[in-house]
């Protein structure tokens, strides 16, 4: 066997004293300090690039679907370069948006029931924070209203309450694979009495192609069981999706109901709009132990107990619904469940069914459980018309919350605007900004500067024919950079 040449003493030498002089000046002390004595961390970078998944907006002929893009950012041209498309999600992907410079939002038109799933990537400049937003308005029929939804990462485990399999509802489960390779995609539903079990286990090992898109009924999964509220638990074994269950109710109305946040012991569901004239809330404990919740309604001047529902029982397993009625009472309101018992906090998931308007003027909405905004986060697709745009900031704990709000321009001109706003600890705040001037839809950014977390959500409203058109899109962190370690010599590569 060949043999290594040896190291000689002077070539050693000269090695560890080029890596230790090199390894003084840059890495951390044993305690993991610098050198002034703090406590070193990882510096924080701008992600590289960005993924996000669209599907498709409506089986409807006369549908009219907007899609608006944004990077925040200076308006002015930043330094580097960078790309962002939303394409077709199929192998003959065609273009239909591209974004070209940060701090500016970029818009594009579909019409008909023939638009399909989209799936986009950013890079560069154009990554951190790239924000996709998508509404659809369709005047008459079934799914008649204003459907938005936020495009989204594409992930491996989702849940969604609030969805229904009973007569007169008909919610499709959309599923999209951005990537080269084939995912096999899991659909289980819980309803008040646990999992709903077909004679045919119609929901298991269900394949998405490699850059395709299959929209499932969910009442197909569970044939001839009514299921007014359930949770539809969504996982791959392989590969990864982007989901979003667009819900329709006869009579009523349509909108996207997209994931919950993750399970978690106490959950915001932000921005539920003033007029509300229903508002149901469901609920689901993914675990085995039951959960008991306290809810309240953060409003204008502190929280509240809705009456009659101060708290909420939930079975493992099962899930629970309440009808909370018109609990904001003319008054932007945000949600609030939190555990009974703070030594119990068990995770769960939830969203709320939302209904404005009576009779035949009725339209439907969600609003699901939410993360906080964290150091920034997006809404794009903001119109400027008189009541238009509703952005509703929540500051659910004990501490007040200072965050700075910015109006990007419209996709046809105007200027940006900003300004900071301190939201009180337990309440919920209506903040009305738009760049001046403004012509087309805009962006929306959150950034927290200090005091406790910020939820938030947007109500964009576009009515039709005396109809209160409307949907709602939930804000949070945009993860737009990462944590990268610190590297450190390694002298062990001089032994052998």
């Known amino acids: 066997m060949k043999q290594r040449a040896p190291l000689t003493?002077?070539?050693?030498?000269?090695?560890?004293?080029?890596?230790?002089?090199i390894a003084s000046l840059t890495a951390p002390s044993p305690e993991g300090k610098a050198a002034d004595g703090k406590v070193a961390s990882a510096p924080r970078m701008p992600v590289e690039r960005s993924l996000l998944v669209c599907p498709a907006p409506s089986s409807s002929d006369i549908a009219e679907t907007t899609y608006t893009a944004f990077t925040p950012g200076a308006a002015a041209p930043a330094e580097g370069k960078g790309s962002a498309r939303l394409l077709g999600a199929t192998k003959e992907a065609k273009p239909v948006l591209e974004s070209k410079e940060v701090g500016k939002p970029f818009g594009a038109t579909a019409s008909g029931a023939?638009?399909?799933?989209?799936?986009?990537?950013?890079?560069?400049?154009?990554?951190?924070?790239?924000?996709?937003?998508?509404?659809?308005?369709?005047?008459?029929?079934?799914?008649?209203?204003?459907?938005?939804?936020?495009?989204?990462?594409?992930?491996?485990?989702?849940?969604?309450?609030?969805?229904?399999?009973?007569?007169?509802?008909?919610?499709?489960?959309?599923?999209?694979?951005?990537?080269?390779?084939?995912?096999?995609?899991?659909?289980?539903?819980f309803g008040p009495d646990g999992l709903a079990k077909a004679e045919a286990a119609t929901g298991e090992g269900i394949r998405i192609d490699p850059k395709s898109s299959k929209s499932v009924l969910l009442s197909s999964l569970?044939?001839?069981?009514?299921?007014?509220?359930?949770?539809?638990?969504?996982?791959?074994?392989?590969?990864?999706v982007g989901a979003s269950v667009q819900a329709a109710e006869e009579g009523v109305g349509a909108d996207w109901l997209p994931a919950s946040a993750d399970p978690a012991g106490s959950l915001v569901l932000p921005g539920i709009p003033a007029d509300a004239a229903s508002v149901r809330l469901v609920a689901f404990v993914p675990g085995e132990e039951d959960a008991d919740l306290k809810i309240r309604l953060a409003g204008p001047g502190g929280p509240i107990t809705p009456a009659d529902n101060e708290q909420l029982h939930l079975k493992a397993g099962m899930t629970a619904s309440v009808d909370l009625k018109d609990v904001t009472r003319g008054e932007q309101g945000s949600l609030v469940l939190t555990p009974v018992d703070l030594k119990r906090a068990t995770p769960v998931v939830a969203a709320v069914r939302v209904v404005r308007g009576n009779g035949a003027k009725q339209e439907l909405g969600f609003v699901p459980a939410a993360g906080p905004v964290g150091a920034r986060a997006t809404v794009a697709d903001n119109r400027p018309e008189e009541n238009a745009t509703v952005l509703?900031?929540?500051?659910?704990?004990?501490?007040?919350?200072?965050?700075?709000?910015?109006?990007?321009?419209?996709?046809?001109?105007?200027?940006?605007?900003?300004?900071?706003?301190?939201?009180?600890?337990?309440?919920?705040?209506?903040?009305?900004?738009?760049?001046?001037?403004?012509?087309?839809?805009?962006?929306?950014?959150?950034?927290?500067?200090?005091?406790?977390?910020?939820?938030?959500?947007?109500?964009?409203?576009?009515?039709?024919?005396?109809?209160?058109?409307?949907t709602v899109q939930t804000l949070s962190d945009d993860h737009s950079t990462v944590s990268v370690p610190r590297a450190t010599e390694d002298l062990s590569v001089l032994t052998g």
Not at 153 to 171: I, L, M, N, Y
Not at 224 to 236: M, N, R
Request: with cysteine; net charge neutral.
């Open 392 to 470: 509703t900031l929540t500051a659910p704990g004990d501490k007040d919350a200072k965050v700075k709000v910015t109006a990007s321009p419209g996709t046809g001109g105007g200027e940006p605007a900003s300004q900071e706003v301190t939201v009180k600890a337990g309440t919920t705040q209506k903040v009305d900004i738009a760049p001046a001037g403004a012509k087309g839809a805009y962006a929306l950014t959150v950034e927290t500067l200090s005091g406790g977390p910020v939820h938030a959500s947007r109500t964009l409203s576009l009515p039709h024919e005396g109809i209160a058109m409307f």
């Open 114 to 189: 023939d638009a399909p799933a989209l799936t986009g990537s950013a890079d560069g400049i154009l990554a951190p924070g790239w924000t996709v937003q998508q509404t659809t308005k369709v005047s008459v029929g079934r799914a008649r209203g204003v459907l938005g939804v936020g495009c989204t990462a594409p992930g491996t485990d989702f849940w969604f309450p609030a969805v229904g399999t009973a007569k007169g509802r008909e919610d499709y489960l959309h599923l999209t694979n951005p990537d080269d390779a084939a995912a096999v995609v899991d659909i289980k539903l």
């Open 222 to 240: 569970v044939p001839g069981i009514q299921l007014a509220d359930a949770t539809a638990h969504v996982t791959t074994r392989a590969g990864r």
């Open 9 to 21: 003493l002077a070539a050693v030498t000269a090695a560890l004293a080029a890596l230790t002089g």
